[in-house]
């Protein structure tokens, strides 16, 4: 009994620790994408990555890097106004609303957006693996 209840405290003490990652994670991507810094952003972003934006388009990685990379996809300001973390093992759910100032294809756009972003954790590490915007009335 005494053995499961330590476990019990033992977990719940670091969930705390695995939300903070998260939310340095999110902020530390807020910085990536302004900053266009794109080492980060390709070891940030999983493999895998399904990178949905506002506008119904979904990329892959490469197709999202080659985008930012080209100045086709740019991000000026990107600010969390609240961030709501629900932590799943080895993955962990951001559900965030936040202001985005940028251009796209040549289009500049300021929204406010609600954003769901799916982190995973692989060999220690925090990978984004999905994310997805939808736009809100402002």
Sequence with gaps: MWKATLSLLLLSAALPAQ?????KAESAWAAAVQGRDFAALEAMYADELIYAHSSGVVESKRQYMDRIRQGLQRYDDVKHESVRVVL??????????????GKSNERSFDDHLMMMHVWVKRAGAWKLA??????LAD
């Design 19 to 23: 939300e903070a990652e998260i939310r």
């Design 88 to 101: 799943h093992g080895d993955t962990a759910i951001a559900h965030c609303f936040l202001r985005m100032r």
């Design 130 to 135: 999905a994310h997805q915007t939808t736009k």
